[in-house]
């Protein structure tokens, strides 16, 4: 809009040359808070000649009249009465304040001094607002010529001045006297801040979609970040120009100032779009969706959002705390020893105790040096940082801060390079170290130095890149982006970034087996990755057994059944239901190692590792592990059984006594100890994925990704840590129920209104998810809750395998002295192969289980860590049985290979001798041919 338009409502519109509006200012109806003064003017002829606007010529008889005539000033009663000449026609728009008296009837010098402008705001000619004062009495009465601007293009703002609305010029914007001159009454002229050390600008020149730093540090600042989902109109800058209205800036909400036209920042939150209730109550930002948040610790105001959470910025109570306590690390120690008021620092691999407690240092020999950086002269400085740091070379990933730095910028680390690049200059880090002292250094810049202690002066600061900020040695590459440009992490060796969410970690965490990024891009990445089954052997073997096994155990599954009417008595009616229930069983684990297999190689391939928290917590992987512990239950229970009833036939046999009938108690019988075996497998696999016993099967809690502070599955024991940096210290020996620590982890949250609940939806990581097998977890250690359970269940598999193998030598005992009894070279042949079975049975059910019951053993008393050897166990050797089985108990497939053998045996030996016959007879063709040849030669 310009000044020339007509408009009579507008309560910012204050010196026209629109004749039309004057009477409007006499209104003494109207609402209208338009500023009225006697210099109002109207341009005639050429922008150089002015004449006095007829406002005077029609209304001057109100004028001294004493009667305020206009709405909002009585300056129809001041200016004109106190004796003060009014303007003539000439131009004075170069000379105003110039302190020279151009004019008899306009004494500008007068009128800088007079104190009646410095109450009230003044309306001036039209080349108000053109330039600016240069002489300090006028620098001090800015509000003259700046204020009640007649060209539209000479405004920077509308604000109140001594009380009155009016323009004020854009000369006035990031002025630098601001402070000393401002004219606004609510200082909106003086809102200057560095976007960048080189470029301080007015606020509302940020986050205006148009840069005006030559860096662009306007628009890339950390408040643009956060703005209002409804927009207004800002009072100076760009977007003030151009009546855009633009998204606020939530910093600036209620901060005394207001930015808005209409004021509407300072109207509190009711005016805005909002999120949350209560405590957790807030404006809502542009382009954000409204959901649960972290609440601050008990007697704390405020809260995080969750894309916030763990972000290295401390914001409320001991969040920082609390996401490290999730990744399990020892705080890192980022400061070295200091002795002599700061001069000497002594690196912790060379104080003793601490240095005979590393392995990675101690035998390393220390020595003493002297350190400054830069390495320069500077004046009245002569003493140097005293360093004890380790002699020769070392690896450095596991050092930080003054740490990492001093051994670092002393040439001490292996492929580590000094991170400090930026010498602290006098002119760097604007508002900081207030009292900082200068000094010339190399004769070349001026450094700057802080007091410490006693009479020491000292210069150990870190610039960051934008050099807006210094940072103490210990917080560099420290793992923390302290600086916002994260130039403290940039140029460190000693961590490694996620993938995903940029956060840093230690180097010597990535592919450490322990999810520390929550991507899990620490383990899973080129370096290192984790699959079902490790290895082309296991993933072979894997397929092999389960095939075959699957294939074996259902012939031999079909057959017995089919059979099952045929059964003469009771002891071969039970003797083929345990064989049907043995290869049932096996047939069960065969279907694991196939679907196993599949899932490593057709479904996941080369995902699993960014998958395997979906995995463990699946349904699918519960139902294997209870489908393959069911199978190998069965078939021990039911080998077990076997044993027991061979045992009773081979005893019964000698005592001549003959099988009973099938009847309705042998039925019975029959039909209980299947019921038993399958019922005590069942049992066996069922228990742990009860829901009655989580406290003691569960192994981790999976909750949603949104909630950063719980990365992948945490164990029950990470999870209280983590409660206890949150609520306090939680005692060790307290037994928690996982039911208790959800609800909390709920309390950590915020549950408002009708937003999605992070915490409502959690997975477990069951019994059979302790590792991508789906296998029974035998592998437990002394503090592991499950190892009651394991024992138990290892121990009766023992007491089976041994009653097995003692059964299966009393059989041996037994039938080889009835065969010496009866003698007979079948019956000795027939007792041969049957202690031949007996023989191998016991042997590979020895080198299957006795092994694994070592190594479970060993690894429960943590003397070894058995987990790498878990896939092998589970994939060979144990499953080697369900291969093996039938063949040892049944003589079915065994005799049909012997017959296939035999079979092609005859087939070679029939095609050998056939091809000898051919080659005979065709040799004996040509020696008849070649006498034939000879004697004819010879006629």
């Not at 490694?496 to 970690?505: A, D, E």
């Amino acid at each position: 809009m310009g000044f020339n338009t007509t408009c009579s409502n507008d309560t910012y519109f204050y010196q026209s040359c629109d004749m039309r509006l004057f009477p409007a200012f006499l209104d003494t109806n109207s609402n209208n808070k338009t500023l009225c003064g006697k210099y109002q003017c109207q341009q005639i002829r050429n922008k150089t000649e002015v004449s006095l606007s007829s406002f005077w010529l029609q209304y001057e008889d109100k004028l001294c009249d004493e009667e305020n005539d206009c709405n909002n000033t009585n300056l129809d009663e001041v200016i004109d009465c106190k004796g003060n000449s009014r303007p003539d026609q000439n131009d004075f728009s170069n000379k105003s304040c110039d302190f020279v008296n151009e004019s008899r009837k306009y004494d500008d010098k007068k009128a800088c001094a007079s104190d009646i402008f410095s109450k009230i705001a003044v309306i001036r000619d039209f080349f108000e607002c053109k330039t600016l004062c240069n002489k300090d009495i006028c620098c001090s009465k800015l509000v003259w010529s700046q204020s009640n601007c007649t060209n539209d293009e000479d405004v920077g703002t509308v604000c109140e001045v001594n009380g009155y609305s009016t323009t004020v010029s854009k000369n006035m914007i990031g002025l630098p006297l601001v402070g000393q001159c401002k004219i606004c009454d609510d200082g909106i002229d003086d809102e200057i801040i560095y976007s960048s050390l080189a470029c301080p600008i007015h606020k509302h020149f940020l986050c205006d979609g148009q840069p005006d730093c030559e860096d662009e540090s306007d628009e890339k600042n950390v408040i643009c970040q956060s703005r209002t989902s409804k927009p207004c109109k800002r009072r100076v800058g760009n977007a003030a120009k151009r009546e855009e209205e633009l998204n606020v800036p939530l910093k600036w909400l209620e901060d005394g100032v207001a930015d808005c036209m209409d004021g509407s920042d300072e109207r509190g939150i009711d005016y805005w779009p909002t999120c949350g209730e209560g405590k957790t109550r807030r404006v809502q930002a542009v382009n954000e969706t409204c959901e649960n948040v972290y609440i601050c610790l008990s007697g704390q105001q405020g809260f995080v959002k969750p894309s916030e959470l763990c972000d290295g910025i401390d914001s409320c109570g001991n969040e920082d705390g609390v996401c490290s306590a999730s990744q399990d690390k020892d705080k890192l120690e980022t400061r070295a020893f200091t002795f002599d008021d700061g001069l000497t620092k002594k690196l912790s691999f060379c104080v003793e105790g601490i240095r005979e407690s590393l392995n990675k240092s101690h035998n390393l020999p220390c020595t003493t040096e002297h350190f400054i950086f830069p390495d320069h002269e500077f004046y009245g400085v002569d003493t140097k940082t005293k360093l004890i740091l380790p002699q020769h070379q070392q690896d450095c990933d596991h050092m930080f801060g003054e740490q990492y730095v001093y051994t670092s910028c002393n040439g001490k680390c292996i492929k580590s390079t000094c991170p400090l690049t930026i010498i602290p200059r006098y002119e760097v880090c604007p508002g900081q170290f207030p009292k900082r002292v200068g000094t010339l250094a190399n004769n070349e810049y001026l450094a700057f130095f802080t007091f410490s202690r006693g009479n020491t002066y000292l210069n150990r600061y870190f610039v960051c890149k934008d050099e807006t900020k210094c940072l103490d040695y210990s917080q560099v590459c420290d793992l923390v982006k302290d600086c916002k440009d994260g130039s403290d992490e940039a140029n460190c060796s000693n961590q490694s970034n996620c993938t995903t969410s940029g956060l840093i970690i230690p180097k010597t965490s990535k592919c450490d087996g322990v999810f520390d990024c929550r991507d899990f891009s620490d383990e899973c990445n080129d370096r290192c990755s984790k699959q079902i089954l490790e290895g082309d052997i296991l993933k072979v073997f894997s397929w092999l057994i389960g095939v075959l096994a699957a294939l074996a155990n259902v012939i031999i599954l079909l057959r017995h059944a089919i059979g099952l009417r045929s059964s003469r008595n009771a002891v071969v009616l039970v003797n083929k239901s345990l064989m049907i229930l043995i290869s049932f069983g096996d047939f069960l684990i065969g279907c694991y190692l196939i679907t196993i297999s599949v899932y490593e190689s057709l479904i996941y391939q080369n995902d699993y590792c960014q998958k395997q928290i979906e995995w463990i917590t699946s349904t699918g992987c519960s139902l294997i592990g209870v489908f393959s512990t069911i199978g190998s239950q069965i078939s021990l229970f039911s080998m077990t059984g076997l044993s027991i009833v061979r045992i009773y036939v081979i005893w019964s046999s000698k005592s001549r006594n003959t099988p009973s009938r099938i009847n309705i108690t042998s039925s019975i019988t029959i039909v209980g100890i299947v019921l038993v075996v399958i019922l005590a497998s069942v049992a066996t696999a069922v228990i742990p994925i009860m829901g009655w016993f989580d406290d003691f099967f569960v192994n981790g809690i999976k909750f949603n990704d949104e909630l950063k502070i719980f990365i992948g599955a945490p164990n029950k024991e990470t999870v209280i840590r983590i409660l206890g940096a949150y609520h306090g210290r939680i005692s060790n020996k307290i037994k928690i129920r996982w039911e208790t620590i959800i609800e909390m982890v709920q309390e950590m949250f915020s549950h408002d209104l009708n937003y999605q609940d992070y915490t409502s939806v959690t997975k477990k990581v069951h019994f059979y998810g302790n590792d991508g097998v789906c296998l029974f977890k035998y592998f437990v250690v002394r503090d592991d809750p499950q190892r009651v359970y394991s024992w138990g269940v290892l121990a009766i598999n023992f007491f089976c395998f041994l009653f097995i193998s003692i059964s299966y030598l009393l059989i041996y005992l037994i039938t080889s002295r009835s065969s010496s009894a009866t003698g007979g070279q079948n019956e000795s042949k027939r007792m041969n192969s049957m202690n031949r079975k007996i023989a191998f049975i016991i042997t590979t059910d020895f080198c299957c289980w006795i092994p694994f019951i070592i190594v479970c053993t060993l690894h429960s008393f943590e003397i070894v860590n058995a987990t790498p050897w878990y896939g092998l166990f589970s994939m060979i050797i144990l499953p080697m049985n369900s291969l093996i089985n039938p063949f040892l108990y049944d003589n079915y497939l065994i005799g049909g290979i012997r017959k296939k053998v035999r079979d092609f045996s005859n087939i070679m030996t029939n095609a050998t001798s056939a091809f000898s016959i051919n080659r005979n007879s065709a040799h004996d063709v040509s020696a008849q041919a070649a006498e034939i040849e000879m004697q004819q030669v010879q006629s």
